[in-house]
């Protein structure tokens, strides 16, 4: 039982802690371009909007997993 809450909670805790890594690498990359190229930044914005809800996607599915390992 016990090593079903570690399961659980390193599942939950590496899988938020990178994608948020991720958007937080992304974030800097768009604002460093649109600072460099800001007739570009609405695209730059519209991609970077995009990139960011997959990795929140990502942050979801491991929580659908730790939910799963709680659970089952």
């Known amino acids: 039982m016990e090593s079903n809450a570690m ?4 599942t939950i805790a590496i899988g938020g802690a990178l994608p948020a890594l991720a958007i ?3 974030a800097g990359k768009a604002v460093e371009a649109m ?10 914005r519209t991609t970077l909007i995009l990139a960011i809800a ?9 929580l659908v997993v ?3 390992i709680k659970f089952v």
């Open 35 to 44: 600072g460099r190229n800001p007739e570009a930044s609405n695209e730059i």
């Open 24 to 26: 937080g690498l992304m």
């Open 54 to 62: 997959f990795a929140e996607a990502i942050a979801i599915y491991s």
């Open 66 to 68: 730790a939910l799963i």
């Open 7 to 10: 399961a659980t909670g390193l």
